[in-house]
């Protein structure tokens, strides 16, 4: 992740090894990069080794092979929770004031909580921790970060994550220096592509549009793209076919690449189509989201898309 990190990002990176303060605020487009460059970050102020030529960590070291088997002491990474506390999946996201004190987890939810976790003096050089999805910070749980972003114990590193900084608390953006983590360009992306050991793919490539988060799993973005064109190519052949691959469709919808795909799949068609069958689309992430019944929900989706591509 961090070799990727700088490939496609490597000016970020020669930026970030030269910083001095205690927070960063990274932000830029889903998928983009963000969370390989806080890794990043976090084996640069940990590296005792050998630096890259964009400030890179050298990979060798004993922080930094830690760091690729996902085991460093010194990292802490806080997210808002993906489901409830009764296996669902949230509703809303949002990091509760749980996540950075121990005493007010009240159902147990996390593992470390950030006051504990800095409490403790760094194994390597420096602790980090990595708030991925910083717009997500409620007010307490903001305001609860201050004291350790203004002083923090050990000299700790605060990267914060967002999608967008205005959505992030002011105290906490006031207080980071921000940084943007901009799309690779194609050919980049191609070249970490086959770095990692994938056969080219040019469809893959456009649809990941200099996101590097993309390339993170191939074969689950390729699976959604090709469930996307079944789908669009069933929905014209007749309202039964498409109906049963409304059905099989159901069984393999993954939330964070289906729709997306989905939508990759619209783009030749026109814009008014394209809209009406975003719309159908927003309907049934909400109807999911809302525990409505997934079968019923999936062939009304169908019908709307029938519809907005003229076909009713």
Known sequence: MTAQAALLHGPVLEQTGLFGGNALLLTGPARVG????????????????????SGEACGQCPSCRMLAAGTHPDLLTVEPRATTSTGKTARRKIIPIGAILDNRDDKNEYDIHVYEFLEVRPTFRRRVV?????????????????????????????????????????????????????????????????????????????????????????????????????LDQA???????????????????????HPEALRFVWQPRPPAQRARADTALDALQAALEAYASPSLSFQVFVLGLRDAFGLV
């Open 130 to 230: 990595i708030v991925n999805g910083a717009e997500y910070l409620g007010n307490t749980a903001g305001n609860a970060l201050l004291k350790l972003v203004e002083e923090p114990p050990h000299g700790a590193l605060f990267v914060f994550l967002a999608e967008d900084a205005r959505a992030v608390l002011p105290t906490i953006a006031s207080r980071s220096a921000r940084l943007s983590v901009s799309p690779a360009p194609d050919q980049a992306m191609a070249f970490a592509l086959a770095k990692a050991g994938h056969d080219p793919d040019p469809e893959l490539v456009a649809f990941a549009a200099g996101r590097a988060g993309v390339l993170a799993d191939p074969d689950t973005v390729r699976s959604a793209l090709a469930d996307a064109r079944e």
């Open 34 to 53: 963000k969370l390989a460059v806080a890794w990043a970050v976090a084996a640069q102020f940990n590296c005792s080794g050998i630096r890259g030529m």
């Open 235 to 257: 929905i014209g052949t007749g309202l039964l076919t498409a109906l049963e691959a409304a059905e099989s469709l159901e069984k393999r919808f993954d939330p964070a690449w």
